[in-house]
């Protein structure tokens, strides 16, 4: 194994790049900006520009670098290639990345991985799932991500959508459609926007109960906040929001039996409000067997990618 790795966490607006030892210790981390003109054409360019740029900086040559790990915010199929456009990006997508992004970097190694499920393995790897072979993260933000990893191997499926647990139907009846098209996702009621969406319906089907979010401008943070104070009908919005979040796990926890859980991204910051009403819905809806799994705050925060990244690439 040589001495050095970089982790690179593809984001819409910036890309998180870290330089790694091998061994998982971060040595450095910064950010360069996402150029989405022209479709995406500059992203891998740009990227390879600053790789080189660190390498130089650094005096580290190709031989001391294991490769580059890549998490980019769509499917990826075996490791390479993004099969659809991902509309963040500029509409980039459809390509081989570890070919492209390889062939930028002089033939150094390039391993690609879903946004979210490379998360996961970030955080089993050096994170809250340290020392775990199997555990599940669901990434509660403006959307819902989710990663699988089952005997330290990500789950990414056949047609690189593993993992698409805010995709999962947990209301078959919602006529609103689901950013993805579908109806009834659970992204719909467990994201940040997902949770403002339910708390405006609940105040609009109950004009008469008193609320301090009424009439204001309010994100998921204030329907948390409310119900911690003690306010009745955002903590009705935050039990509905955790008892279907709570049945999505119970759920995959009897595909997938991971030996935790962890919850990541914005929400998860609610803390016990959030966790504890979380752990007794999964309770009630979980095979016998699968009731007692932890479910705990990922710790990586937004580093969680590009440790993930580096994952891909130093293997087990």
Same mark, same amino acid.
């Given at each position: 194994?040589?001495? *050095?790795?970089?982790?690179?966490?593809?984001?819409?607006?910036?890309?998180?790049?870290?330089?790694?030892?091998?061994?998982?210790?971060?040595?450095?981390?910064?950010?360069?900006?996402?150029?989405?003109? $022209?479709?995406?054409?500059? @992203?891998?360019?740009?990227?390879?520009?600053?790789?080189?740029?660190?390498?130089?900086?650094?005096?580290?040559?190709?031989?001391?670098?294991?490769?580059?790990? %890549?998490?980019?915010?769509?499917?990826?199929?075996?490791?390479?290639?993004?099969? %659809? &456009?991902?509309?963040?990006?500029?509409?980039?997508?459809?390509? $081989?990345?570890?070919?492209?992004?390889?062939?930028?970097?002089?033939?150094?190694?390039?391993?690609?991985?879903? =946004?979210? $499920?490379?998360?996961?393995?970030?955080? %089993?790897?050096?994170?809250?799932?340290?020392?775990?072979?199997?555990?599940?993260?669901?990434?509660?933000?403006?959307?819902?991500?989710?990663?699988?990893?089952?005997?330290?191997?990500? %789950? =990414?499926?056949?047609?690189?959508?593993?993992?698409? @647990?805010?995709?999962?139907?947990?209301?078959?009846?919602?006529?609103?459609?689901? /950013?993805?098209?579908?109806?009834?996702?659970?992204?719909? *009621?467990?994201?940040?926007? /997902?949770?403002?969406?339910?708390?405006?319906?609940?105040?609009?089907?109950?004009?008469?109960?008193?609320?301090?979010?009424?009439?204001?401008?309010?994100? #998921?943070?204030?329907?948390?906040?409310?119900?911690?104070?003690? =306010?009745?009908? #955002?903590?009705?919005?935050?039990?509905?929001?955790?008892?279907?979040?709570?049945?999505?796990?119970?759920?995959?926890?009897?595909?997938?039996?991971?030996?935790?859980?962890? @919850?990541?991204?914005?929400?998860?910051?609610?803390?016990?409000?959030?966790?504890?009403?979380?752990?007794?819905?999964?309770?009630? *809806?979980?095979?016998?067997?699968?009731?007692?799994?932890?479910?705990?705050? #990922?710790?990586?925060? $937004?580093?969680?990618? &590009? *440790?993930?990244?580096?994952?891909? @690439?130093? /293997?087990?």
């Amino acid at each position: 194994m040589k001495e *050095y790795a970089f982790g690179i966490d593809l984001g819409g607006t910036t890309a998180k790049v870290g330089l790694f030892t091998t061994s998982g210790a971060l040595l450095e981390k910064w950010e360069v900006p996402t150029d989405t003109s $022209n479709a995406g054409e500059h @992203i891998l360019e740009n990227l390879a520009d600053a790789i080189h740029a660190k390498m130089a900086e650094k005096e580290i040559t190709s031989e001391q670098v294991e490769g580059v790990g %890549i998490g980019v915010p769509g499917p990826v199929l075996d490791s390479r290639v993004v099969p %659809i &456009i991902c509309a963040n990006l500029g509409g980039w997508g459809e390509r $081989n990345v570890s070919a492209q992004l390889s062939g930028l970097l002089d033939g150094m190694k390039v391993l690609v991985g879903n =946004d979210a $499920n490379v998360a996961a393995l970030g955080e %089993i790897w050096m994170g809250t799932a340290k020392g775990c072979r199997s555990a599940v993260m669901v990434t509660l933000g403006t959307g819902v991500g989710g990663g699988v990893i089952v005997n330290g191997k990500v %789950i =990414d499926g056949a047609h690189g959508a593993g993992g698409e @647990i805010g995709h999962i139907t947990v209301n078959r009846h919602e006529t609103a459609a689901c /950013g993805c098209g579908k109806h009834g996702c659970l992204e719909q *009621y467990s994201s940040a926007t /997902g949770v403002v969406r339910c708390m405006k319906k609940l105040l609009d089907e109950n004009p008469d109960a008193d609320c301090v979010l009424r009439g204001k401008d309010f994100e #998921a943070k204030d329907v948390f906040d409310a119900a911690r104070s003690g =306010d009745a009908l #955002a903590a009705r919005e935050v039990d509905e929001m955790t008892d279907t979040l709570g049945m999505a796990l119970a759920s995959i926890a009897s595909t997938t039996d991971p030996e935790m859980f962890l @919850i990541g991204g914005g929400v998860a910051r609610a803390g016990d409000v959030l966790f504890d009403p979380l752990v007794e819905h999964f309770k009630t *809806y979980a095979f016998k067997s699968c009731r007692e799994t932890p479910i705990k705050a #990922a710790s990586l925060g $937004n580093d969680a990618g &590009i *440790y993930g990244a580096v994952r891909l @690439i130093v /293997g087990e």
